[in-house]
């Protein structure tokens, strides 16, 4: 299967500060892939560089086989790029329909005139929330109303409704219930069923590996380790997250003996 998104090479320096060094990931489509790493591993630099929102220093990021290095986050989120940020972002007094269509409503005309389409908006956000299943009281309701897990259900709608084919979430259960979690968990499996692909940044180790295909492990700007979920173990992630074991080095220096 062809990746859906490549990124290789991909470094950046704030100053004297070398946050990536070489980095490589790889997404295919309906793939999940977790992306963990202490705090300041270089994470959420690496997906604000994907996003456009900082431009890299060196490397190389295709979509679809489309280099994209150049482009401005407008054109990249146009072309199938989503990022559900931590604090969701959304706007707590509007509904759930002003939340997903939020900078892209539908426009309709009346005596020459554009106005937004409201009722076009609710029935395509009533349409979206009933394709993913989610679970909220009411799509007319102030979002802030909500509970964390609906709120990310929200969240969620708004970056499928243009038809992402990568959705980046950041610790998107952190702030959940326990009874929340599993919900934002089959939401992600909805998304791989799809055939879109998911980049999961979290510190929730069991919930990256029970949802998750591969995990990508950052240790101080580097890919320290790339590991087939089902293949690997909650000790060996931590290992890699706490000692940087550089999976790639240490095979070569096995085969040199």
Known sequence: MSNLLEIKGVSKSFGPVHVLDQVDLTVAPGEVVGLVGDNGAGKSTLMKIVTGMYSADAGTITLNGEDIFHHSPGERRRMGIEMIYQDLALA???????NIFLGREPTRSVLGMRFVDRATMRRDAQAMIDRLGA???????????FSGGQQQSVAIARALTFNPKVVIMDEPTAALAVREVQGVLDL??????????????????????SVTDRIVVLHHGRAAANLTTAETSMAEVVSAIVGGVDMAEAAAHEARG
């Open 92 to 98: 707590r007094q509007q509904d759930v329909a002003a």
């Open 135 to 145: 679970r909220l009281p009411a799509i007319n309701r102030p979002v802030g109303t």
């Open 188 to 209: 992600i499996r909805q998304l791989k069923s799809e055939g879109i692909g998911v980049i999961l940044i979290s510190h929730r180790l069991n919930d990256v590996l």
